[in-house]
């Protein structure tokens, strides 16, 4: 899997993620997926050398519906105005 390296004063980490071909990966995936669990660290698949696909173990995020939405509304004018029936089908 990954690497860690440190530089010479041990004050930067720096993570080596492993990269393996899509072909590679398609022979392999259960151990890859076994790996990817146990160690917690990231593969990226690669297609033709450049990357296609990231697979990492899976992170819960518990978060409120109305969280997820927060900050996503880019206009509210006149909420309670009547919609005309023409722009009905454009507020859907």
């Known amino acids: ?3 860690f390296n440190y530089n010479s004063d041990h004050s930067h980490l720096t993570i080596v993620i492993m990269h393996i071909s899509k072909s ?4 392999k995936a259960l151990e890859y997926f076994r790996q990817i669990e146990a ?3 990231s593969v990226i698949v690669t297609d033709h050398g ?3 696909l990231e697979i990492r173990q899976y992170q ?4 409120k519906p109305l969280d ?3 900050g996503s509304v880019v206009r509210y004018a006149k909420p309670t105005d009547p ?4 722009e009905w089908d454009a507020a859907r």
């Open 83 to 86: 919609i005309a029936a023409d």
């Open 60 to 63: 819960a995020i518990d978060r």
């Open 50 to 52: 450049k990357p296609a």
């Open 39 to 41: 160690s917690g660290e």
């Open 1 to 3: 899997m990954g690497a």
């Open 68 to 70: 997820v939405l927060r």
């Open 24 to 27: 590679e990966f398609k022979s």
